[in-house]
Every structure is written in C-alpha cells, then in structure tokens.
C-alpha cells in the first residue's frame, strides 16, 4: 500500500521529467560539447530542485489531519502520563502517518526555582569545573499516533510518557505531523 504519493504527486513529478526532457532538447542545438554537458547539468539541477521542494509543497496541502480532542492523566505510581484523544484526516486523500509532538515545560516561576542560571549560564571557564546533573525544563517526545488513515476516518490513540517528578505547573504543547 503506497500512501505517500498521490495523483498530484505523479503528475507534478510527470510534469518535471517531461520539463527536464524538453530542456534536453532544446539544449541539443548547442554545438559545443562542454556547454552542452553544463546546460544539461544546470536543467538537471533545475527541475530535480524544484521536484523536491514541490513534493513537500503538496504534501502539506494533501495530507491534512485533525487533533480532535486529547486528554491527560498522570499515573503516580510509575510517574507516567497518559494521553488519549483522537485523529481525524480531514483531506481527500489518505495519510500514511500521523506523528504527534508532545512538548512538556516546566514552569520555573511557579515553582520558584527561577534563578539567574536558568536565564543565563555561563560557558567560559564550566570546562573546568565537574559536571553536576542538571534537570531539564523541557521534554519532548514523538509518538506515531495513526497509520494509513482513510479520507474522514476518526482514530483513536493512547500514549504514554515519562512524567519527571520534579515538574509542578507543566505547560504541554502538541504539533502533529501527517504525511
């Protein structure tokens, strides 16, 4: 099962072959051989270039899905949290793949840890000073939260993540990525 190119795909892909071909050919009437090469070269470049970056292009135009509702809880006891919700491919074309970025953020203002390290830290002479464990302010994972999404399917998911204990008044931000 081939999701990732659609008939938009195909045909912008066509599109560029058929536009590479033609500057071959009009390339041809040139008599000298190492300008021939360049310009071959150079209509190479051009067209794969533009293939490429058009490929991303329409995916973000084709592919489109919906976070329609997430939910958390944390489980105490194994310092998880869980979160469920569901998807849904609002586009006419089916996804392949959803991923979903969950971002946590501590929030140091609120716990009254902001000091000026936290702003600012210092690099010059840390070299020569031992390593204490820091514990970071952010976590970010990336989870694939639906596969091979038809057009207005609704999915629905769960995924854990570890919950560091020392965060108190955590910001969550969600990105979900479909292709």
């Not at 912008?12 to 040139?30: G, N």
């Not at 051009?46 to 939910?71: H, N, Q, R, W």
């Not at 514990?135 to 999404?149: D, S, W």
Request: with cysteine.
């Amino acid at each position: 099962m081939m999701t990732y190119m659609t008939i938009i795909h195909w045909l912008v892909l066509f599109f560029f072959i058929a536009l590479f071909i033609l500057l071959v050919i009009i390339s041809r009437k040139e008599s000298r051989p190492n300008v021939f090469w360049s310009m071959v070269f150079a209509s190479f470049l051009v067209t794969s270039t533009g293939a490429f970056f058009s490929m991303f292009v329409i995916d973000k135009y084709t592919k489109k899905a919906k976070l329609l509702s997430i939910e958390n809880h944390r489980i105490l006891r194994t310092e998880e949290i869980v979160f469920q919700g569901e998807i849904a491919n609002i586009g006419r074309f089916e996804i392949g793949r959803c991923k979903l970025s969950i971002k946590m953020i501590n929030n140091p203002m609120e716990s009254g840890r902001l000091n000026g390290s936290n702003i600012y830290k210092p690099s010059g002479f840390d070299f020569f000073k031992p390593k204490k464990k820091e514990k970071p302010n952010t976590v970010e994972r990336i989870f694939v939260v639906a596969k091979y999404l038809k057009p207005g399917q609704i999915q629905p998911f769960t995924v854990r993540m570890h919950y560091p204990p020392y965060f108190s008044k955590t910001r969550l931000i969600y990105h979900l990525y479909c292709h």
